[in-house]
């Protein structure tokens, strides 16, 4: 690591704290030639490999922008779609890998887009997974009425026992 104010090519560690996201580190440096102490942030890369082949860095501005267009009209705030997207980076970071295909970023998008926002889920799963038929839409509705059932009847069970 370079010195910012020397160029020096070496520094030492002097604290290391992770971010409140837990997605980064924050690094305290000394440069030994010159003493002054500066701050790096180190984070994992994560890339986003395109249907075209071009891969380009991850971005939840792009998410929220894709999934924003699904929510148009939609009772769902600027900080619901923030969350969505901090949780779609989640679990893609959540893979492993360092490059991700934008296909595994559209089937992150959905479960908690689903849990959002019903009638924004069914838009955005309309065009993501290409319906082409009222049964695609029948069975993805079918899906969130089973989920939903799944949901109402848990509580439900664990009063009883």
Do not use: W
């Not at 020397?6 to 704290?17: F, K």
């Not at 490999?49 to 929510?71: D, L, Q, W, Y």
């Not at 679990?91 to 019903?118: C, F, K, N, W, Y």
């Amino acid at each position: 690591m370079h010195c910012p104010f020397c160029r020096n090519d070496g520094s030492r560690v002097v604290d290391s704290r992770t971010s409140e996201d837990g997605l980064s580190i924050r690094r305290r440096r000394e440069c030994p030639q010159c003493g002054r102490r500066f701050t790096t942030t180190e984070t994992a890369s994560l890339s986003v490999r395109k249907r075209s082949g071009a891969i380009e860095p991850f971005s939840r501005a792009k998410v929220v922008v894709g999934v924003r267009r699904a929510c148009q009209g939609r009772p769902v705030s600027d900080d619901d779609l923030a969350l969505l997207a901090h949780k779609v980076e989640e679990v893609v970071r959540s893979t492993g890998q360092a490059i991700v295909d934008s296909h595994e970023i559209g089937l992150a998008i959905l479960r908690p887009l689903s849990e959002l926002d019903e009638i924004a889920y069914l838009r955005f799963a309309s065009v993501y997974s290409g319906f082409n038929t009222l049964e695609d839409f029948e069975a993805a509705i079918a899906e969130l009425r089973e989920r939903n059932t799944g949901r109402a009847e848990a509580p439900a069970a664990a009063d009883e026992g």
